[in-house]
Structures are given as structure tokens and as C-alpha cells.
T-cell receptor
């Protein structure tokens, strides 16, 4: 059962344009969401996160939007740069009982290619 | 640099063998998480330790075990290795925030 889904395996955009990466989830208990960027043979690098009490969080060129009713989040990168080319993972964590252990459930990833 | 270190970077071994992967968390972080990334399964949570105690378990095989030591470094032990255990193994550490910071990973190849 894939609780976090990234339905687009790949995305190609032109340098300077907007990149929009999407993520859907099924578990309504998820209360914290994160985006990671990953290069081959390296560990995931944290990009940006959002709590379920917010609908938007912005950090420089990166903005994450959360639509709780649709169980959908998206990462916007504006403007896109060739150095942004990597695999992007969304991840979610949930409270279980009275604690949040923080274990992350990851989507399958979307490979972003930004063309010069 | 996330501040999380993992050794070794690469490991090649044979089926049936036992290996130990090591992780040092960021300074001050009490939580350590282990994840496995295989080609067909994506990033899967294995186990979490907090200040030396096991806190949560995921889909970790019985052949695998982990521990966290008083200095907060953690080791993941994989035994009776099978071909299907070949994967990237990541550890991550977490402090007071919700964010986990990942190490560079250990690439395990079982021949």
C-alpha cells in the first residue's frame, strides 16, 4: 500500500521556467511533510517542509503548497536552474498515539531535468 | 554536508555473510533512523533509535538488527545476507525539529 505517491516519474522543464512536482497521500494522520533532493550515489538532501497546520511554506526559490482536503502537496521551483536536476522525493510523517516517532514514508521520487 | 557520517561508503560481500554499517548522527541529535533504498522499493524505513532505545520499527527483516550506543552512534547489522539485500542503506538523524538529515549512505553489494 503506497501511502505517499508521486505519480510522475519524470519532469523536464526549461531553465528559468517553473517546475512543479506533485505528491499525493492517503493517510489523513500525516501531519508533517518534507521534500528532499537526491543526486545519484548521495544521501537525500533536505529542501523544505510544511506542517499540516499551514497551506504554504516558502524558502527562496522553493515553495511547498499543501491541500489537506485533497491530500495533495506540491513543490514549486522558480526559476528552475540546471543545477536543480535531480530526483525529488516527498515524504510524510504521522503521529501514532501521543507521539510522533518521525519515521518518514517516502514517495517513489520524480526525476527533474532542467534544460539550459 | 548534512553532518551525518556513514561508513563504509561501499561494501561488497558474499551471500551468507554478515556486515555492520555504522552511522554517526549530527552533533546533539538523539534520534537515528535507518532506511533502505533498493531499485524496486524506493526508500523504506527500517528502524529508529532514540537516545539508545529502540523507538519504532518498519519493515526490517529478522536477519537485520541495530543498536545505538551511549555516544549516540548507531550500527546496523545485516546477517545471512542474500542477493536481494543489495541496496543503499541510509541513516538519518533528527534533533528537536521534525526534519531528518541524511548521511551519504552505504552501498551494499551482495554477490
Amino acid at each position: 500500500d503506497q501511502q505517499v505517491k508521486q505519480n510522475s516519474p519524470s519532469l523536464s522543464v526549461q531553465e528559468g521556467r517553473i517546475s512543479i512536482l506533485n505528491c499525493d497521500y492517503t493517510n489523513s494522520m500525516f501531519d508533517y511533510f518534507l521534500w528532499y533532493k537526491k543526486y545519484p550515489a548521495e544521501g537525500p538532501t533536505f529542501l523544505i517542509s510544511i506542517s499540516s497546520i499551514k497551506d504554504k511554506n516558502e524558502d527562496g526559490r522553493f515553495t511547498v503548497f499543501l491541500n489537506k482536503s485533497a491530500k495533495h502537496l506540491s513543490l514549486h521551483i522558480v526559476p528552475s536552474q540546471p543545477g536543480d536536476s535531480a530526483v525529488y522525493f516527498c515524504a510524510a510523517s504521522a503521529w501514532v498515539g501521543s507521539s510522533n516517532t518521525g519515521k518518514l514514508i517516502f514517495g517513489q521520487g520524480t526525476t527533474l531535468q532542467v534544460k539550459p | 554536508d548534512s553532518g551525518v557520517t556513514q561508513t563504509p561508503k561501499h561494501l561488497i560481500t558474499a551471500t551468507g555473510q554478515r556486515v555492520t554499517l555504522r552511522c554517526s548522527p549530527r552533533s546533539g541529535d538523539l534520534s537515528v533512523y535507518w532506511y533502505q533504498q533498493s531499485l524496486d522499493q524506493g526508500l523504506q524505513f527500517l528502524i529508529q533509535y532514540y537516545n539508545g532505545e529502540e523507538r519504532a520499527k518498519g519493515n526490517i527483516l529478522e536477519r537485520f538488527s541495530a543498536q545505538q550506543f551511549p555516544d549516540l552512534h548507531s550500527e546496523l547489522n545485516l546477517s545471512s545476507l542474500e542477493l536481494g539485500d543489495s541496496a543503499l542503506y541510509f541513516c538519518a538523524s533528527r534533533g528537536s525539529s521534525e526534519t531528518q538529515y541524511f548521511g551519504p549512505g552505504t552501498r551494499l553489494l551482495v554477490l
